[in-house]
């Protein structure tokens, strides 16, 4: 653990000045407050780790709390995932709430609004209502209804709420200033008319209250003391503030709403509607494709829990808008990897290598260690014979100096195994290798201790024994968008930017027997080719592997070159 004290991100800031100026410590109290339309993604990570370490720092109660005040886009499947993604990550909500549990509570405020005159029965169309809203530059005008009798509204909204009348007719919007320069101001609907069932209500109500409405009531009826939200929601501050003012006790503690910039990830879109296009159009197979920037797609993918919590924390909380390098959530979960994955060989290529002066029938068991940064790890047995497969990428018939693998003529280390020689090669008609014939120095056993296992050869390759390997299918995968901001163009949708050659697909690798025993969601590397995960896919008779990332560290790069 780092000894550095971490300096106090703006959010905490705020919260030490409230401190400071006598706000009781056990009064704070957070926030998650997901709408269950969609499964969680890496830019809700950001938001999870931001409530919820706020709540570990401050020892301070964290609510799970459900928007769901639209019943037409949610489902249980959903807040099933969702409390799911959450656990996972490692955190514990203090209580799960739901804001159509309040949906009573605002109705009375509601009534209670309209008899004050801080709210009025619009007949109009959405569309008339449009019309009357003005522009940033030019105040709007008022309802004809706006100065409807108390009793009238009383009634209509009544009848609004008893499904007297259908969706799109009327709406009960607050009172508040046609012409003020804040358009959110300008006499904002609080509830509309929806006949829809909703996943926890029913039948029961046939209006729905809105954001703006729901939202600073269910903080204030929960108590949160600081309720967390992203940047485009600064100018709904001014309306949450003035809603609060119409059903503030001053012996209740007021919520406080402030905004922080959302997480953006490059290569990858974030918001759940466009996901669910990307699920519903079969881009994608499914939420939790590992391609998928959800929880559930990197957990499937191989991240773990504290790669991304890691990730969060580092990339920090924003004021700004900004997009944080993909090469950075990469960099967390090889960085773990490194430590906790146990090395094992594949060969995703593979073309065959005989070694002519090996015995036939001979089989040795040779010792790999299972984590060199990790001397707990221990060791495991590795099978070796006369036939072999290696990476067609690890051989050439001639290459320049350069090429620290096998060539003919000259000698490669196989991994915790022998020194070998390549004497000749066996060709297909087109003229693709077939086997690479070698020699091996008998002497050169990795570990054995004599002169010749210590002489220095340029390379070191991977291989399996022919006999021995298990035959599995391995799952490439490559950024799902070509474009580093696929929805940041005005002209041109995200889904045109989307990689055709995202998945890659080898039916056919070859990996080391000691993986037979592997379990789905464990996590290797494959030595000199990257981290992999056993996919849920598996079965008993077929090993299924997703790449979670290569092995190469290119944001160390990034970051040397900065
Ligand atoms: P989306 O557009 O993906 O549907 P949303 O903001 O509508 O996102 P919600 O379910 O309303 O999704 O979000 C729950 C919480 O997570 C909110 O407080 C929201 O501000 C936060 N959040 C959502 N997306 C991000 C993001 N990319 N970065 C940081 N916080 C986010
Ligand atoms: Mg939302």
């Known amino acids: 653990m780092s000894e550095v004290k971490k300096s106090l991100n703006f959010l905490e800031q705020i919260i030490e000045e409230d401190l400071a100026k006598g706000l009781d410590k056990s009064k704070l109290k957070f926030r998650f407050p997901p709408e269950p339309n969609g499964y969680l993604h890496i830019g809700h990570a950001a938001s999870i780790c931001l409530n919820f370490g706020l709540g570990i720092k401050y020892n301070a109660p964290v609510n799970l709390r459900f928007d769901d005040t639209n019943p037409v886009k949610e489902e249980q499947e959903y807040v099933d995932s969702i409390k799911n993604d959450i656990q996972w990550l490692g955190f514990n909500w203090a209580e799960e709430l739901y804001s159509s549990d309040y949906f009573q509570q605002l109705y009375d405020w509601a009534i209670m609004m309209i008899k004050n005159g801080k709210a009025f029965v619009d007949d109009q169309t959405s569309e008339q209502i449009a019309e009357q809203k003005g522009t940033p530059t030019k105040p709007g005008s008022n309802s004809p209804f706006r100065d409807r009798l108390v009793s009238e509204n009383l009634d209509l909204f009544e009848k609004m709420k008893n499904g007297a009348f259908d969706e799109g007719t009327h709406v009960l919007r607050a009172k508040i200033d046609m012409s003020s320069p804040n358009m959110l101001m300008r006499d904002p609907v609080m509830y509309r008319i929806l006949k829809k069932a909703h996943h926890r209500t029913g039948e029961d109500w046939k ?64 918001s759940k509607r466009k996901l669910l296009e990307l699920v519903e159009s079969g881009y994608v197979n499914g939420w939790d494709d590992p391609r998928m920037p959800t929880i559930s797609g990197l957990r499937r993918r191989g991240y773990t829990p504290r790669s ?38 594949a060969v ?54 350069k090429f620290f693998r096998l060539k003919l003529g000259k000698e490669v280390r196989l991994k915790n195994a022998y020194i070998i020689k390549a004497e000749s090669v066996d060709k297909d008609a087109d003229g693709t290798i077939k086997v690479i014939y070698c020699t091996y120095d008998e002497d050169s056993k990795s570990g054995s201790g004599t ?36 929805d940041a163009h005005k002209e041109r949708g995200f889904k045109e930017f989307i990689n055709p050659d995202s998945l890659k697909v080898i039916p056919d690798a070859y990996v080391e027997p000691s993986l037979a025993t592997a379990q789905k969601g464990d996590s290797f590397q494959f030595q000199r080719l990257g981290y992999f995960n056993v996919d849920k896919d598996a079965s008993d008779d077929r090993l299924v592997f997703n790449r979670t990332v290569a092995l190469r560290d290119s944001w160390a790069k990034i970051e040397q070159r900065k």
């Open 348 to 401: 995703l290529d593979p073309v065959k290598l005989v070694i002519t002066n090996y015995p036939e029938g001979k089989e040795e068991m040779l010792t790999g260690e299972n984590n060199p940064e990790d001397a707990d790890a221990g060791f495991r047995t590795i099978p070796f014979s006369r036939e072999l497969y290696i990476e067609r990428e690890d051989f050439r018939e001639v290459a320049n100096k």
């Open 451 to 486: 002169e010749a296992s210590q002489r220095k050869v340029k390379g070191t390759i991977h291989w399996v024994s022919s006999k021995h390997a298990l035959k599995s299918e391995v799952r490439l995968y490559d950024r799902l968008f070509t474009d580093e901001a696929p």
């Open 207 to 270: 209006i729905y209250p809105m954001y703006d409405w729901t939202h600073g009531e269910s903080d204030y009826i929960e108590q949160i003391s600081h309720s967390l939200c992203t940047l485009e929601f600064k100018h709904h501050r001014e309306l949450y503030d003035w809603f609060l003012d119409q059903v503030y006790d001053p012996e209740k503690l007021r919520p406080k709403q402030r905004e922080f910039a959302r997480r953006n990830l490059s290569y990858t879109v974030m």
């Open 308 to 345: 991304i919590r890691e990730f969060s924390d580092s990339a920090g909380i924003a004021k700004r808008d900004n997009v944080t390098d993909l090469a950075l959530l990469e960099f967390h979960i090889r960085n773990e990897l490194n430590k906790t994955a146990p090395r094992v060989m």
